[in-house]
């Protein structure tokens, strides 16, 4: 059961970010960040890397491109 488990649990994490990687295709703006080391709770987890996206959305709309 480990290693199947193991299996499923990659299989899930690819159909995960093949979705994500779908939903950021339907917009010529979008932007997908992974952040491995943060869990559910990014914001908590890692927030340096939520300023940092803000930050680089606002300076893109603050170049107008």
């Not at 995960?16 to 990014?42: C, N, P, Y």
């Amino acid at each position: 059961p480990g290693q199947a488990a193991q299996k499923r649990a990659a299989q899930l994490q690819a159909l995960w970010q093949d979705m994500h990687r779908e939903i950021v295709g339907q917009s010529s703006d979008a932007k997908h960040v992974l952040v491995e080391t943060s869990g559910h709770f990014m914001q908590r987890d890692q927030p340096e890397a939520i300023v940092d996206a803000i930050r680089q959305m606002l300076e893109m709309i603050g170049d107008g491109t």
